[in-house]
């Protein structure tokens, strides 16, 4: 079994947006910190519209140089230890700015579905510029930001062009549709890699793309009612270690307290008390790729815990992979 440990590298885009050094540099210390003790490597998918726009205005306001800085050095940090370091993009920067205080983020058009085909093709290959910049490595897969990329039929060109052939952002049974945000893979195959051609979640055998999706699981109401209440009793062990808050969702919550919710295999809080369960279920589908997902701001010093547990555990039979060694040559 091979398992890939994604993290989506990204500060939060709700109205409190939070600092760079608690959502993403010293979380990822502490995953580096982990991998290094282990020897074992992890993904990461850098929101790359960021380190742009940090650019674009560190010139006017300096106090975002150390920012800027701080993300540039950690990431070739990453890249020259060995992790993965992929593209997920967030569209939304093109419509947001620095005011001097904060971020002004405007998520408006959050999917970059939103974006005509002109705009599509210039964020596609501005956005995976930066990494190549920052790497000097080959940046070929793609996770969406907030799970959007639906219709594909908009991307598929524009992704062929820039020799983007694998994608990790579908989650089977995942479903969520609101004001700005949206994705369906309600069909989406139970495998655990497939090819695709048009849309993601619809598996064609000669496609050009390669779908990794991400493993999901499903959860009860009682998970969630532990999940939040958890965080009240011991917010030093639970409690997310980024300082902002994520952007809305309606609905969700009630749902997630009152029903099953097919949801991602990740490592944010206390999801990732499932990991082992998550593991076991796959080994028995006989599926050879566990694709968990996390965020470096979403982690909490009792999500590190179980991390390194999990790794430490399965680093002897299991393989931590990255994208890069294990497709790096098809
Ligand atoms: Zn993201």
Not at 301 to 314: C, D, G, I, T
Request: with cysteine.
């Amino acid at each position: 079994m091979n398992i890939y440990i994604t993290l989506d590298y990204e500060i939060f885009f709700g109205e409190i947006h939070g600092t760079v050094e608690k959502c993403i540099i010293y979380p990822t210390s502490e995953l580096i910190r982990i991998a290094e003790k282990h020897n074992v490597r992890f993904c990461f998918f850098v929101d790359c519209g960021f380190i742009l726009k940090l650019d674009e205005f560190r010139k006017q306001f300096p106090q975002l140089e150390n920012d800027y800085k701080k993300i540039t050095v950690q990431v070739k940090y990453l890249s020259n230890s060995g992790h993965d370091i992929q593209l997920h993009i967030h569209p939304h920067w093109e419509d947001s700015y620095y005011n001097g205080e904060h971020w002004i983020i405007d998520v408006k058009r959050y999917k970059l579905t939103d974006f005509s085909e002109n705009e599509i093709e210039s964020i596609v290959m501005n956005y995976k510029k930066v990494l190549t910049d920052l790497t000097g490595k080959t940046i070929f897969t793609y996770r969406a930001g907030g799970w959007c990329l639906q219709p594909f039929s908009k991307l598929k060109k524009i992704f062929k062009q820039n020799n983007i052939t694998v994608d990790s952002s579908v989650f089977r049974k995942g479903f969520y549709t609101s004001e700005h945000y949206s994705y369906d893979f309600r069909n989406a195959p139970d495998k655990d890699i497939y090819k695709f051609e048009d849309e993601p979640e619809i598996e064609n055998p000669t496609g050009y793309f390669t779908e990794l999706p991400i493993s999901s699981i499903r959860n009860s109401p009682l998970f969630f009612w532990k999940l939040f209440l958890l965080g009240r009793k011991n917010p030093y062990l639970h409690k997310p270690l980024g300082d902002g808050r994520a952007i809305s969702a309606p609905g969700q919550r009630k749902k997630m307290l009152t029903q099953y919710t097919d949801c991602t295999v990740s490592i944010d809080g206390y999801n990732a008390s499932l990991l082992e369960k998550a593991l076991k279920k796959l080994k028995r589908k006989k599926f050879e790729n566990m694709v968990v997902i996390g965020h470096p701001k979403s982690l909490s010093r009792y999500s590190l815990q179980e991390l390194e547990k999990f790794v430490e555990k399965n680093k002897t039979n299991y393989n931590f992979a990255t994208y890069s060694k294990m497709f790096k040559n098809k």
